[in-house]
């Protein structure tokens, strides 16, 4: 897991120096999936989302987002 917790911390990085790209959040929330933090990385998914501007949130975003709240077992 060392690989994920120093990604972790350079998506941290990325976020803070380019707040609008949605592409960080999305990576970052991959790996809060694979570290099993699925609030966190609902919240990323919901920014990458949010974030899509004129492109049309893409179907795997929603996919993790949406697996996300199943494993947490919120399936309203």
Known sequence: M???EASLE???KAAEL???NPVIFSNRGLVLWKLEKF???IADYT???SLGGKQKPR???LNNWAYCYAKLG???
């Open 47 to 49: 920014k990458e989302i």
């Open 74 to 76: 919120e399936f309203e």
């Open 59 to 61: 179907t795997w975003a």
């Open 10 to 12: 350079d998506f941290n």
């Open 18 to 20: 380019d707040p609008l």
């Open 39 to 41: 609030w966190e990385a």
């Open 2 to 4: 060392g690989n994920l």
